[in-house]
Every structure is written in structure tokens, then in C-alpha cells.
């Protein structure tokens, strides 16, 4: 579930930091813009694991800090298709079940993707398993499931298309009336998507990298049911 | 920024619980030399606790007892079956205890292997990659 991907950038050290060895100041850049950030088509990066090229520092008119083209590698979290996770259920709903994992939590098993004769009990907000018995998927139990699908969300601003005041500019920050106003222009196909995504989340806000799993196969559910 | 190469390497859960236990250790050491301020930022605090909650002992990860003789000798002694790369990898993160489980993480299980080959992957689990105990059953 975990990968290393290769970036270059050009990393800012102020003058402020100049006293700091380069390597340990490159890598407090790199970690403040990256570290726990989801970059768009690569996923979620957690933070540096090593720094492979350090160029020359450059010094621009007007500013007094030093621009250093680096070249290095990231630990992100991006499963591939078809990778059993654990997680633990957040939420269950009529559509479907939300799993968290603490550091990403934006995984949403829908109900077509549960095992065949489960049932929503609405009384006791949870999934069953009509087996052989009568198998609770209840909150905060540890879950496996197997990654579907992968949704990127661009987060960037829509540019001035659209009229309705935007708040989010960086990658994190969240505007959920704006993005539900905008989809309006997005292909059809991305907005099923981001329904499927909303009916399992109790805000609106459109996350910018989420997991759609299933569990339908044995071995699948609450670990419980198979250790 | 670029990103030069998206997927250069596969990590284990092992590799990055590693990872962040140095970057720990790392910090512990500069703030006792006066360099308080390095690597200290808000964001990546947050995702070295959040990952080492998930990572660590309390969450019955196995990633927490495994150690790399261990997972070298696991290698060595699981190459006798065809695995894909990517098969051994979930084998490690989630180390099964049960067939039914490790069916899961192998494609085509039935196909390409019988019981008694499951059963000895599963010794081999036990011995070198530490699965968590199964938590007490709750009745369901």
C-alpha cells in the first residue's frame, strides 16, 4: 500500500534557515509542502525518504533566499487496484460502509460492493451478513476490504468560469458549496463518481483522493469472522 | 514541482514503520543538540502519529514485531511457490493466519496451488512474520 515516488522541485530556504546543514533544511522544506498532502495521479505522500540529487542554490533579484533545485523520493500511500487492506468501520449507512485507516480515511465501500445477502438494519445503523448466521459489521470494528477504485478530485481553483466565491486554493482546503456548484460543468462521469463518494460522508466536501473497496469475496469483512 | 517517477518502489508496512521510527529517533536527537526547531512542522506531526497508530503495536499491525532477518529469511523460504511480487507483499503487510485469508491475497488460489502448500505458507508465516495474536472473539 505504500510506494516511494521520485519528484524534482525547485525547494526555497529562506535566509533565516541558511545556519541549518542544507540537507536538514531541504528537508523540512520538502516536508512542509508534502507531508500529508495528496498529489494529484501519484497519492497521498507522507513524508521524505531520501534526498538523491541537491543542486546549486540560486539567488533571485529582490529576494534573498536560496533556490535549490533537489531531486527526491516520497513515501505516499497509493494501494493499487486490487490490494486487501485492514481499516476499522467509521460509519455505516443505507448506501454503504465509510473505513477509516487514521491516516486516510476516505474509503467508502458501496452497498453493490457488500456480499450478496447483507442487509441494512436501520434500527441499529449497521450492516448484516446473512450467512450461515447473522454477522454484524458494527462501528469501529477492523475491517478488510479489497481496493475497486481510486477518484482524484482536482482541488485547484476553477478559474473565472466560475462565479461563486472560492475559498480553496490549496490542495487540503475544502469548499463544498463551490465544488457542488461546479460539477455542473464536469463530465457526468466524474459527478456520478462524487455522488457515490457523498452518499457515504455526512459533508459535502469532495475529497481530493478517495478509495472505493469492496467485500464480497470469503475472507473479506470483519477480521474477526476469519482469525 | 514534478513528479519524475509516480511509482518508483514498493514499500512494506515494516520499511515505513522503520522509516518513521528513524525520523523519530532523528528528531529526539536534534532537539537534544540545540537545533530545537528541525524537522518540526505541524503536518508532518500529524502523519507520523496517525501512521504509527496504524502501524504500531496497538493495532494488532505486524508490521511492529517483524524485523529484516525475519522477512529476508521469509523471502528466501516462500520462493519455492510462484508468487507474484505483489502477492508476497500483501502476504507481509497483513501476515494471515487462517487459509481463508491468505486465499484471498492470491489470485486464482485453487488453480495454481493445493491445501497443504497453503498450510506450510502458513507455517512459514507464523515463524518468521509475528502475525498479531487474533483479538479475542467477540460473539457475534
Known amino acids: 500500500?505504500?510506494?516511494?515516488?521520485?519528484?524534482?522541485?525547485?525547494?526555497?530556504?529562506?535566509?533565516?534557515?541558511?545556519?541549518?546543514?542544507?540537507?536538514?533544511?531541504?528537508?523540512?522544506?520538502?516536508?512542509?509542502?508534502?507531508?500529508?498532502?495528496?498529489?494529484?495521479?501519484?497519492?497521498?505522500?507522507?513524508?521524505?525518504?531520501?534526498?538523491?540529487?541537491?543542486?546549486?542554490?540560486?539567488i533571485r533579484h529582490g529576494d534573498g533566499s536560496a533556490y535549490i533545485k533537489t531531486?527526491?523520493?516520497?513515501?505516499?500511500?497509493?494501494?493499487?487496484?486490487?490490494?486487501?487492506?485492514?481499516?476499522?468501520?467509521?460509519?455505516?449507512?443505507?448506501?454503504?460502509?465509510?473505513?477509516?485507516?487514521?491516516?486516510?480515511?476516505?474509503?467508502?465501500?458501496?452497498?453493490?460492493?457488500?456480499?450478496?445477502?447483507?442487509?441494512?438494519?436501520?434500527?441499529?445503523?449497521?450492516?448484516?451478513?446473512?450467512?450461515?448466521?447473522?454477522?454484524?459489521?458494527?462501528?469501529?470494528?477492523?475491517?478488510?476490504?479489497?481496493?475497486?477504485?481510486?477518484?482524484?478530485?482536482?482541488?485547484?481553483?476553477?478559474?473565472?468560469?466560475?462565479?461563486?466565491?472560492?475559498?480553496?486554493?490549496?490542495?487540503?482546503a475544502q469548499n463544498g458549496g463551490a465544488a457542488a456548484g461546479a460539477t455542473s460543468t464536469d463530465a457526468a462521469a466524474a459527478e456520478q463518481q462524487q455522488q457515490l463518494l457523498q452518499n457515504g460522508s455526512s459533508h459535502t466536501a469532495v475529497p481530493p483522493y478517495s478509495l472505493i473497496a469492496s467485500c464480497q469475496t470469503y475472507g473479506m469483512g470483519l477480521a474477526t469472522w476469519w482469525d | 514541482m514534478k513528479a519524475e517517477v509516480a511509482r518508483d518502489k514498493l514499500l512494506s508496512n515494516f520499511e515505513v514503520l522503520q522509516h518513521i521510527n528513524d525520523i523519530k529517533r532523528r528528531q529526539k536527537q536534534s532537539s537534544a543538540s540545540r537545533h530545537r526547531s528541525a524537522l518540526k512542522t505541524e503536518n508532518l506531526e500529524t502523519i507520523l502519529l496517525e501512521l504509527h497508530t496504524y502501524l504500531g503495536e496497538k493495532a494488532h499491525s505486524a508490521a511492529a514485531k517483524q524485523n529484516p532477518a525475519d522477512i529476508k529469511t521469509f523471502m528466501q523460504e516462500i520462493s519455492v511457490y510462484d508468487l507474484e511480487k505483489a502477492e508476497k507483499l500483501q502476504i507481509i503487510n497483513i501476515a494471515p493466519t487462517s487459509l481463508v485469508t491468505l486465499y484471498c491475497l492470491i489470485e486464482e488460489y485453487e488453480q495454481r496451488f493445493t491445501e497443504e502448500q497453503g498450510n506450510h505458507m502458513l507455517e512459514l508465516i507464523q515463524k518468521y512474520l509475528h502475525p498479531a495474536p487474533p483479538p479475542p472473539t467477540a460473539g457475534a
Request: net charge negative; aromatic share 12%.
Open chain 1, 1 to 58: 500500500m505504500f510506494i516511494l515516488s521520485k519528484f524534482s522541485d525547485l525547494i526555497r530556504i529562506e535566509p533565516s534557515k541558511f545556519s541549518k546543514k542544507t540537507e536538514d533544511a531541504l528537508e523540512d522544506e520538502i516536508n512542509v509542502k508534502f507531508a500529508n498532502k495528496v498529489v494529484q495521479d501519484v497519492g497521498l505522500c507522507l513524508c521524505l525518504y531520501d534526498i538523491l540529487e541537491v543542486g546549486d542554490g540560486l
Open chain 1, 71 to 172: 531531486v527526491f523520493r516520497l513515501v505516499v500511500f497509493r494501494p493499487f487496484i486490487g490490494e486487501v487492506l485492514v481499516g476499522w468501520v467509521s460509519s455505516c449507512s443505507e448506501e454503504g460502509i465509510k473505513v477509516r485507516m487514521g491516516f486516510f480515511d476516505d474509503i467508502f465501500i458501496p452497498k453493490e460492493y457488500l456480499f450478496e445477502s447483507c442487509i441494512f438494519i436501520p434500527r441499529e445503523q449497521a450492516w448484516v451478513w446473512r450467512d450461515e448466521h447473522d454477522l454484524y459489521i458494527d462501528t469501529n470494528e477492523r475491517i478488510r476490504f479489497r481496493v475497486e477504485q481510486e477518484i482524484f478530485t482536482d482541488q485547484s481553483p476553477r478559474g473565472p468560469k466560475n462565479t461563486e466565491p472560492e475559498g480553496a486554493s490549496s490542495a487540503v
